[in-house]
């Protein structure tokens, strides 16, 4: 038995060895492969004749430079200094590795550099110096103030970071953040706002506890402070014991600020009723009895990493009601300080702040406990599937992931920079959360329009697919952004209990009607209704029974016909074709017929419409000229002026072939019907998006610039454009908007996101333009 047990053990140390050896070997790849490092610089602006070099060198550069030495504030409209961060460290203080040197700690800061361009589109140069004495680094970090717009400095040792901080504060002009202080500082905040509101407690009224002593410690204690704790209530304990006065002249200044006129010695002795603990020291440094003696609902924040200070398993046993946060990404409320640098200085930047003051970073505190106190967004659930994202103990503080932390954060930082008075580049500030908004939401700038103009209408829109999550993660954004009125066809246990899944705060009867497909007192007068539409299109009143118990876009699409709701939108599951024709047997008159399908294609350049993706599969010369002026009209609901090229393997005549053929003649209906759109064809792809080309093929066409809006002759080509626009040039689909059906209905396709059917409500409930 013994030898058996001993194998066994054996067996599972290998295994260890094995899946450690495999990740480290992982790790090492990651960062050597296709290439050393993790980011590299490009540019800008083109380079691609002599023309772009005399403007970006020799002399063109010269007017950029006399700019600026006449302004020197013209150097954030000039050069990359007002998004520009320097991440520099000596290397002394490496998180889980210790002094290991400047050249070692490269890895970390350029790790460092890439997370601020990942979440905040902010540049980000590591710069590593091999300097320990505090005062010369200072002096280093000073002399680089015309370089960078902020600084960050990071892993330097205690007590030395405090004197390179309060050096480069006291003599840069820019913002200095010692991140491992404030950073953290400023995601424990948050954490026990939301944390201290769930237990109700006050910050004025709690007895701290604190572990450490170190940078990030004292700084945790000293934005405590600001959101209102007492310093009478801070007991601290470093290696020592606790702090009092009789040790303030070896604790050090900062530690010697929290010093205890005088008590015992140990942890143990001061945790009774206290109300918060913080470890910021290192594992085991806390007992299940020593949670035991805290007051009820303690706030635990164990925060050392790898290994706490305490297992949360340990913490539930002694105190069930506790609320934790630790350092580690594989519990609950994983204290990062991601969720705050990038954003911090985001707004800082923006509004060319002079430092990072008190009132900016409380202002981060309270931005991030407010978002975790929102209901997650479907990007953050797509990102941590099977995670708790509703705010309570186990989600005190936001995602780091949540695409809207740099609006929110960020807005609430300019402002408080603004208020403070530090901010040399006011903003105005709804503009600016708009334009962060844009960032991080592509769709945004584009759908704006469409926005404004839902929001003056009141639609009832129906989505037949109500028990699928995107649909009920946009029903709960639409309530919070529109003033449209969700519908949803669902079953109300499955449509309940995914709500409460998902941490949404809808509910039917409340905030949207619920059409139940199994039960609703209005079955038989819709089956009745769709077998009066369909009875002699071969549906017998037994089948119309049965679509209308089993077939839920029959079911929305009956509701529109009923007047009984403005728009059905459908198709997060099943074939395209397959909803249009249930679609058209109710809903298609002499007035609202389907003309195609048209794709807003979101580019890095700019917005390309696509069409007809689903409709026709090869489409006549009149559909063809039909869908060029649907499109033309959508188009305009988006602000833009529709520049429409007809696209074919045929390019203007040279080709006898049958897309040509019915491109010329779309042309044809085109010109001789008259419109107010300018279009074009028949062209190849490239012919219509670059006029150079355009130009030599065919001077003087009938527009300048590149065409917004393709039309294809057959809906193989126009799928395949959108396709690959979507999956290999980072193309976000809007869309497909169902043209010619007066948004009575819009049919979706299965890959559509919660934001997604969002867009599509608000296009469902805004009026088309009058191109035609």
């Not at 009774?272 to 085991?284: N, Q, T």
């Not at 009601?321 to 640098?341: E, H, K």
């Not at 899944?501 to 209704?529: A, K, T």
């Not at 053929?661 to 044809?668: E, L, Q, S, V």
């Amino acid at each position: 038995m013994a030898d058996g047990t001993n194998e066994a053990a054996q067996d599972a140390a290998e295994g260890r060895a094995a899946r450690d050896g495999a990740m480290r070997q992982a790790a090492l790849d990651y960062h050597e492969h296709p290439k050393p490092g993790k980011f590299e610089v490009r540019p800008t602006k083109p380079m691609a004749n002599g023309r772009d070099l005399s403007r970006a060198y020799s002399p063109g550069v010269a007017e950029a430079c006399t700019e600026i030495a006449a302004d020197p504030r013209n150097a954030a409209r000039y050069t990359t200094k007002g998004n520009l961060v320097a991440v520099i460290s000596n290397g002394t203080a490496v998180l889980g590795l210790g002094d290991i040197g400047a050249l070692a700690s490269k890895p970390v800061m350029e790790g460092k550099a890439v997370l601020f361009k990942k979440f905040a589109g902010i540049d980000s140069i590591d710069v590593e110096v091999d300097e320990k004495d505090p005062e010369k680094l200072a002096d280093i970090v000073c002399a680089l103030e015309p370089t960078f717009g902020a600084v960050n400095l990071e892993d330097i040792k205690a007590p030395d970071c405090f004197v390179v901080e309060r050096i480069c504060r006291e003599r840069m002009n820019i913002p200095v953040f010692h991140d491992d202080q404030h950073g953290t500082a400023i995601v424990v905040g948050a954490a026990a706002v939301n944390a201290l509101r769930l237990a109700g407690k006050a910050f004025e009224d709690i007895k701290i506890v604190s572990v450490g002593g170190g940078a990030a410690g004292i700084a945790c204690l000293n934005l405590l402070m600001d959101l209102g704790a007492r310093r009478e209530n801070i007991w601290l304990v470093d290696r020592e014991g606790l702090v009092t006065e009789a040790r303030a002249n070896e604790a050090g200044a900062e530690k010697a600020a929290f010093a205890q006129r005088h008590g015992p010695a140990g942890l143990g002795d001061v945790i009774g009723g206290a109300d918060l603990f913080l470890g910021l020291a290192g594992p085991g440094v806390m007992t299940e009895g020593d949670v035991a003696k805290m007051a009820d609902k303690p706030v635990i924040f164990a925060l050392a990493n790898p290994t706490p200070e305490i297992d949360p398993e340990v913490v539930r046993r002694a105190k069930p009601d506790a609320l934790i946060a630790t350092g580690r990404s594989d519990y609950p409320n994983q204290v990062n300080n991601v969720l705050c640098f990038p954003f911090i200085f985001r707004g800082a930047l923006d509004v060319g702040a002079t430092e990072i003051n008190e009132a900016m970073k409380v202002a981060c505190v309270e931005g991030i406990a407010a978002l975790a106190r929102q209901t997650a967004s479907a990007e953050v659930a797509g990102a941590y599937k099977g995670e708790t994202l509703t705010f309570g103990p186990e989600y005190l503080i936001p995602k780091p992931f949540d695409p809207r932390l740099m609006p929110t954060v960020a807005t609430a930082v300019a402002e408080a920079a603004m208020t403070s008075g530090v901010a040399v580049r006011p903003v105005d500030l709804e503009e600016y959360r708009v334009t962060l908004t844009r960032r991080v939401f592509r769709s945004s700038f584009v759908m704006r329009p469409v926005f404004e103009a839902a929001s003056q209408a009141k639609r009832r829109i129906v989505f037949a697919e109500g028990e699928d999550d995107r649909v009920l993660r946009a029903t709960q954004a639409i309530l919070e952004d529109m003033t449209d009125q969700p519908i949803l066809i669902g079953r109300p246990d499955v449509v309940e209990s995914r709500c409460e899944r998902l941490g949404l705060e809808i509910r039917h009867g409340r905030d949207f009607e619920l059409v139940n497909p199994e039960n609703d007192p209005r079955y038989r007068d819709y089956w009745g209704d769709y077998h009066r539409l369909m009875a002699r299109e071969g549906v017998t009143p037994d089948l119309a029974r049965a679509i209308m118990r089993t077939n839920t876009t029959a079911i929305g699409a009956v509701m529109v016909h009923r007047d009984e709701a403005d728009s059905l939108i459908c198709g997060t599951f099943g074939q395209y074709l397959w909803h249009l024709n249930y679609v058209c047997n109710v809903l298609a008159d002499a007035d609202h017929r389907p003309i195609g399908a048209l794709s807003l294609m979101i580019l890095e350049d700019g917005p390309l419409f696509i069409a007809d993706t689903h409709v026709h599969a090869e489409p006549t010369p009149e559909q063809i000229a039909a869908t060029c002026r649907a499109a033309a009209r959508h188009v305009g609901r988006f602000g833009l002026e529709p520049k429409v090229a007809l696209c074919s393997h045929s390019q203007f005549g040279n080709l006898d072939i049958d897309t040509g053929r019915r491109m010329r003649g779309a042309i044809g209906l085109l010109d001789a019907e008259g419109t107010d759109f300018a279009y074009e064809g028949e062209m190849h792809v490239d012919a219509a998006l670059d006029p150079e080309v355009r130009e030599r093929i065919m001077p003087d066409s009938r527009f300048e610039g590149a065409a917004n809006v393709l039309v294809f002759a057959n809906s193989d080509a126009a799928s395949g454009v959108r396709n690959i626009l979507k999956m290999r040039a980072g193309g976000l689909e809007v869309g497909p908007i169902l043209m010619g059906m007066g948004n009575r209905a819009h049919i979706v396709t299965p890959s559509i996101t919660a934001r997604g059917l969002l867009n599509i409500a608000a296009l469902a409930g805004t009026p088309v333009a009058h191109y035609g």
